[in-house]
Every structure is written in C-alpha cells, then in structure tokens.
C-alpha cells in the first residue's frame, strides 16, 4: 500500500522531510521503481537503499528499504 499511502500524503512532501520506504525489487510486483517515479515529482530522490533482504529459497534480494531526500533539501546528494 505504499504508493496509495504516498498519493495521501502530498502535505508531507517538504523539503526536509526524509522518507525511507519499504519496497520490493523482485517478481512482477517489484515496487522499487513505481515508488521512485511516485516521489520524482515532489522533488525527491533516492539517497540510499538499505536493509536488503534475501530469499530464502534462491537467496535473490527481494526486498530493500530506499532512503529518499528532497532534490533542494538538506540532505540532498551532491
């Protein structure tokens, strides 16, 4: 429900806010890349990923927290 909790929270999406958002990279519901192109729009971008998780039966990382920070914040990549 991430994305649908994202669309609702527009009010939050300031400059120095900080999300870190769970999301998953494998199978054919990987949220990764919708959650990125969810935030673009409100300025921000990732700034880490971390927590990876693994599966246990092939170990291929499934699942990853993304760190994301305002393009013009104070966390902003350089």
Do not use: C, K, N, S
């Amino acid at each position: 429900l991430e994305l649908e909790v994202l669309a609702g929270a527009a009010t939050l999406m300031q400059p120095d806010a900080v999300f870190v958002i769970e999301a998953t990279v494998a199978g054919a519901d990987a949220r990764l890349p919708r959650i990125i192109a969810a935030m673009a729009p409100y300025g921000f971008q990732v700034w880490d990923i971390v927590d990876p998780l693994y599966r246990p039966g092939d170990e291929r990382m499934w699942q990853v927290d993304v760190v994301m920070v305002h393009r013009d914040g104070p966390y902003a990549p350089l």
